[in-house]
DNA sequence: TACTGATATGCCCAACAAGGAATACAGCGG
DNA sequence: CCGCTGTATTCCTTGTTGGGCATATCAGTA
């Protein structure tokens, strides 16, 4: 994936400033309506009525949320005529979600082992 | 690092609460505070007393910022007589966080480009 | 230029989250 | 049992954010 190709990113002196970056890039991610945009473009660009009726969402809630995405690197914009093309910039976005995924499956099996095994081990 | 060695993740069929869990670990995340706490925690167990000094947070605050971290997985919590000891649960964080800070300093390089390039290529 | 369809933006409201202060709780020593 | 220290929780206030709605902007076309 490619998450491994990358050089080691700054640690240390992480100024506020910069926790401030980093935290708004996971802002941007820490939206169900925002997931679930990225997981309508995970099969190729669409636009923004394609996405308004795949998601659901209204189209000026949908477009303030595309516009975040954009902002903050994750979504492509290309304008083709009168429609507006929105797609995944790269792949970290997926590598990270599949992260998070893994994560909450391990615990949610584990705390389901915790139920089923508490006084017994 | 941690992240490739994971099998693929759920993909197909993201229910509503899928994402909404998900969510809630980016949101974990999505606070220069609590960046800051597992910064703190990048080389080892701290207590709290600890915490409180190297992060400059009150008390309570702290104390809630490590709930939330300990709550969504990616904090350990090992009480030691009167201290607890905080600890990162994995290097999943730090994997996140670099993948973050990477795309962060691209971002700003590619736009500083931009900048000094603008009608010139 | 006027008109239409696609997208972006501004305004408002309700829900939420963070920080501070005070307080409650837990474990140790006397 | 009591006091002390470290940690968790509650209450309150304030700032932020998502959603709906109306409206503005933008691009193509007659």
Redesign the interface.
């Known amino acids: 994936?490619a998450?491994?190709s990358?050089?080691?990113?700054?640690?240390r002196a992480?100024t506020?400033e910069?926790?401030?970056?980093?935290?708004?890039?996971?802002?941007a991610?820490?939206?169900?309506a925002?997931?679930?945009i990225l997981?309508a473009l995970?099969h190729g660009p669409l636009t923004v009525t394609d996405l308004v009726q795949r998601t659901g969402l209204g189209q000026g809630n949908l477009s303030k949320h595309l516009q975040q995405l954009h902002a903050t690197?994750f979504l492509t914009r290309t304008r083709k005529g009168l429609f507006v093309h929105y797609a995944l910039a790269d792949d970290?976005v997926l590598?990270?979600?599949?992260?998070?995924?893994?994560?909450?499956?391990?615990?949610l099996t584990s705390a389901r082992a915790t139920i089923t095994t508490r006084r017994t081990g």
Do not use: I, T
């Open positions: 994936m998450l491994k990358r050089p080691a990113a700054v640690k992480p506020p910069l926790l401030s970056m980093v935290a708004g890039r996971f802002r991610l820490a939206e169900p925002r997931l679930g997981h995970e690197g970290d590598a990270l979600c599949e992260v998070m995924c893994g994560r909450l499956e391990n615990d």
